[in-house]
């Protein structure tokens, strides 16, 4: 018995360490969740006036108002977009379906899949925080409890929201369009193009229960040195476990 | 004991009938074929086999086990090699042999089936860019790295040029040398021809014959045709008044004789008599064509009775 499992653990350690060497071998999922983040971190940091409070942020500057935006870009782009289409065309080449013959079930490559964007994400996310401290001045998180607390939340939302739409493709070509769309909005109320301070009243609401809106605050909050808003961690909640229940009622193996 | 029963298996997906009716049994070491036209419901009766679809009726064991019950066992002791069943673009063939090994409790060793299969020169090469067949052959090689009792083999040559067809075809009696038994899908009829031992012809979800290949030619009725030029001319009654020709016709200077299972030996030694040696004889006997195309004969009238 112990033999069986210690073999079972042994197979997922190798599905683990084959898969991410495939992500490494793919440039572009390298390039969109690591490099790129970094690079935009790395510019809004080199430009002196945005390291400065601005009053349109209500006293926050750039920097502080695009670090967790950046870091919750990242993850986003891990699990939202790539991750999805990724699974979609194993499911669409019969590598479920292929695995479903095996001893290993082809839940674990899901699970190895998720782990490794998950962990490229949320290295990225420590990267860019060390950067920030080390280079730009930005004070590390006095909440650091509550600063890991809303990271890991994130990752579990954008993880289960990934797996749905990888759920609910048909195609790789679908998931791939699916991902896109989703994208936008879940960054757009994050506040990539608008920054939350900037957001009127009533779309910072709305931004508030959306994923990447609750994410953004949290993280914020906990970089500001604040416990993260109950409100904003249990939005994360809902989205997690809703997502992750629905993926796993409709995903199909093949 | 056989290895697989089946009995009277069936499936349905919502109101599509795939199987309805299909048993057989495989005995260890027999290369098992499963034929039929497209659509028969022979990849769904190798799906309830191998605990990838489950039955709705019926019995079948594979290795003394349910394979819906026990999917552990079946899991562990089938290797499987599915239609269209791919891998990652950018794994190479090293990687996904060394990775599937991972998953067995007693795997083959991964740089034997390289070279067993030919695929040592390919070892460190990406599977988007293997050619057709040494993905073929890997993908073999993954049904065969868990150390199997049983492989099944769905549609194995499809896409395949004759020569790698045939490559691959050597391989499998091969596997087979080392006892395992083996499950051949297939609609390519000289490759059932070729490999199997027996053969389960299926048909719109039950089985219409069961029998070796030779077997299977054996029942039809179809008879000999003798072709060959007259060394001199020759009066067709020297042959039609034979009871064994059914028909004698000319095409040119070619006699086309058409008799029963005696023909041939009826004819040579008429002509043997009469002096007339039979230049550029040749005998053509029914096929495993003929045959599975008379098993699977659709009756136009009872198909629209029964939908």
Known sequence: MTAIVASRRSAFGRLVRTEAVLFGRSAGMVLWTAVLPLIALIVIGSVHSLRRPSASLHGISYLD?????????????????????????????????????????????????????????????????????????????????????????????????????????????????????????????????????????????????????????????????????????????????????????????? | MPIIEVDQLGKSYGRTVAVSDVSFSVEPGEIFGILGPNGAGKTTTVECLVGLRRRDGGRVRVLGVDPDVDRATVRSHVGVQLQQAELPERITVTEALRLYSSFYPQPADWRELLDALGLAGAARTQFGRLSGGQQQRLSIALALIGNPQVAVLDELTTGLDPAARRETWQLIEQVRDRGVTIVLVTHFMPEADHLCDRLAVIDRGTVVALDTPAGLVGRLDAGQRMRFRPSRPIDDALLTDLPEVWSVTRRGAEVIVDGDAELITAVTATLARAGVVAERLRVEQASLDDAFIAVTRHDTRSEEGSR
Not at chain 1, 115 to 121: H, N, W
Not at chain 1, 160 to 172: E, F, R, T, Y
Not at chain 1, 240 to 253: H, N
């Open chain 1, 65 to 254: 108002a695009y670090l967790p935006i950046l870091m919750i870009f990242s993850l986003c782009m891990a699990a939202v977009n790539l991750l999805p289409p990724t699974l979609a065309l194993y499911r669409e080449r019969g590598i479920l379906r292929r695995l479903s013959t095996t001893p290993v079930p082809p839940s674990r490559l899901l699970a190895a899949q998720a782990l490794i964007y998950l962990t490229v994400a949320l290295v990225v996310a420590v990267l860019m925080l060390v950067i920030a401290v080390a280079a730009y001045g930005v004070p590390l998180p006095h909440q650091l409890p509550g600063f890991v607390l809303s990271l890991l939340l994130i990752a579990a939302a954008t993880t289960g929201i990934g797996l749905l739409i990888a759920a609910l493709a048909p195609s790789a070509k679908a998931g791939n369009a699916m991902s896109f769309i989703a994208f936008f909005p879940l960054m757009f109320f994050a506040g990539l193009w608008i920054p939350r301070a900037t957001m009127p009243h009533a779309l910072r609401v709305v931004s508030d229960y959306t994923p990447l809106g609750a994410g953004v605050r949290t993280v914020q909050a906990s970089i500001a040195g604040h416990w993260p808003p109950t409100a904003g961690l249990l939005v994360l909640l809902g989205w997690a476990v809703v997502a992750c229940l629905l993926a796993a009622r409709t995903f199909r193996w093949q």
